[in-house]
Antibody, heavy 117, light 109 residues
Framework: EVQLVESGGGLVQPGGSLRLSCAAS????????MSWVRQAPGKGLQWVSTIFSGGGTYHADSVKGRFTIYRDNSKNMLYLQMNSLRAEDTAVYYCALMVRGIMFDYWGQGTLVTVSS | EIVLTQSPGTLSLSPGERATLSCRAS???????LAWYQQKPGQAPRLLIH???SRAAGIPDRFSGSGSGRDFILTISRLEPEDFAVYYC??????????FGQGTKLEIK
């Protein structure tokens, strides 16, 4: 059974950093496409970052240069390193498994990031 | 940039009725790489439909998707109480790589 469990969210000041983690079970992170998708309070879904099975990474323009997606194959974990955080980055961040790299097949329960002074 | 516009913003229907949700793209979506998701309050989204018309595993057959090119439809044939939620469409392959529509809220009339 596929399971995705996010952690690492919390309150951080503008300009600060945070690292989100996603613990995966029931499949192998390194052989699949994995993504982060966020949802600001009361708003819709926004794609953030994706790592392809081959290791290539892609980020939305709004986070490019500030966020980095990466994985630890030995731990079967996915991460999102978030630097230079802004108030507009406040959202629930979901980790998602993409079997074909086209749609988001499985989702974690999300972790809340709040950027505020 | 591919923009997905969903309509209506809110749809008020009664259980047993048929729901028709629309998703229009600003450009042609290649290979019909269009998906639909359902999200209930406090929960993560759930994949319903992929490749415009294929149901995901475990999704009841009252959910169906159709369309191609720029215009796509999600139909729920007979609404059950648990179907009242927010629905999002999503595309792959344009720029940015993945985009979502703004959502349609399906509420009980």
């Amino acid at each position: 059974e596929v399971q995705l469990v996010e952690s690492g969210g919390g309150l951080v000041q503008p300009g600060g950093s945070l690292r989100l983690s996603c613990a995966a079970s029931g499949f192998t992170v390194s052989t699949n496409y994995m993504s982060w998708v966020r949802q600001a309070p009361g708003k819709g879904l926004q794609w953030v970052s994706t790592i392809f099975s081959g290791g290539g990474t892609y980020h939305a323009d709004s986070v490019k240069g500030r966020f980095t997606i990466y994985r630890d194959n030995s731990k079967n974990m996915l991460y999102l390193q978030m630097n230079s955080l802004r108030a507009e980055d406040t959202a629930v961040y979901y980790c998602a498994l993409m079997v074909r790299g086209i749609m988001f097949d499985y989702w974690g329960q999300g972790t809340l990031v709040t950027v505020s002074s | 940039e591919i923009v997905l516009t969903q309509s209506p913003g809110t749809l008020s229907l009664s259980p047993g009725e048929r729901a028709t949700l629309s998703c229009r793209a600003s450009q042609t979506i290649n290979n019909n790489y269009l998906a639909w998701y359902q999200q209930k309050p406090g929960q993560a989204p759930r994949l319903l439909i992929h490749d415009a018309s294929s149901r995901a595993a475990g999704i009841p057959d009252r959910f169906s998707g159709s369309g191609s090119g720029r215009d796509f439809i999600l139909t729920i044939s007979r609404l059950e109480p648990e179907d009242f939620a927010v629905y999002y469409c999503q595309q792959y392959g344009g720029s940015p790589m993945y985009t979502f529509g703004q959502g349609t809220k399906l509420e009980i009339k």
